[in-house]
């Protein structure tokens, strides 16, 4: 099942410059995708979504684009923080009565002081 | 800041056993899930509940496991008789105050070792 996929398994960039994690989906029936970033030993922790309705949402650093066309989603981290560092899930939803969530294998960001 | 919770964070336990992992849910939420995530792998739905049933569940999600919600705050999961590729993180999750919600809060998570 890849219906999510995340290609970059790790990502390094420079505190202060910009982090871009991608995501690309293969079902055209999803219509909500998600961000999660989770810390070891942790439970995923929610940071931002996207309606297919839309192509852009902000949060703060966070900026999350939709390119429906391409089937291809991209979270912005700016300025990258060391406390980005952490894994990235990408997830979506084709909602309905349950919203279960499909998620990407996760892309490992690496911020360096 | 309202979180889900789950018991123990680590259980160890014998193939062939069963075992009852536990989540409290954030208090006004109404849907809830269970995940799991095998060492290395991606995270898998396993099920979800929604009014006291099953609302939906994987090919995973066998008739060795169930589900409940024993009172008003706790949500548990049942592995009958465990087998060594049931070894995985195992998360609850909660959403929703009164319709599907598309955000999913997560608990830590309770790491499930089958020996």
């Known amino acids: 099942d890849q219906q999510v996929k995340q290609n970059s398994p790790s990502l390094s960039v420079q505190e202060g410059r910009i982090s871009i994690l991608n995501c690309d989906y293969t079902?055209?029936?999803?219509?909500?995708f998600l961000w999660y970033k989770k810390y070891p030993a942790e439970g995923p922790t929610f940071l931002i979504s996207?309606?297919?309705?839309?192509d852009k949402n902000e949060d703060g650093r966070f900026t999350v684009f939709l390119n429906k066309s391409a089937k291809h989603l991209s979270l912005h981290i700016v300025p990258s923080q060391p406390g980005d560092s952490a894994v990235y899930f990408c997830?979506?939803?084709?909602?309905?009565?349950?919203?279960?969530?499909?998620f990407g294998t996760g892309t490992l960001l690496a911020v360096q002081p | 800041e309202p979180e889900v919770t789950q018991t123990p964070s680590h259980q160890v336990t014998q193939m062939g056993q069963e075992v009852i992992l536990r989540c409290v849910p954030i208090s006004n939420h109404l849907y809830f899930y269970w995940y799991r995530q095998i060492l290395g792998q991606k995270v898998e739905f396993l099920v979800s509940?929604?009014?006291?049933?099953?609302?939906?569940k994987s090919e995973i999600f066998d008739d060795q496991f169930s589900v409940e919600r024993p009172d008003g705050s706790n949500f548990t999961l049942k592995i009958r008789s465990t087998k060594l590729e049931d070894s995985a993180m195992y998360f609850c999750a909660s959403s929703g105050q009164g319709r599907p919600s598309y955000e999913q809060y997560f608990g830590p998570g309770t790491r499930l070792t089958v020996t």
């Open positions: 996207i309606s297919s309705i839309k």
């Open positions: 509940f929604y009014n006291n049933e099953i609302s939906e």
């Open positions: 079902n055209s029936m999803f219509d909500y």
């Open positions: 997830a979506a939803s084709v909602g309905g009565a349950t919203n279960k969530l499909i």
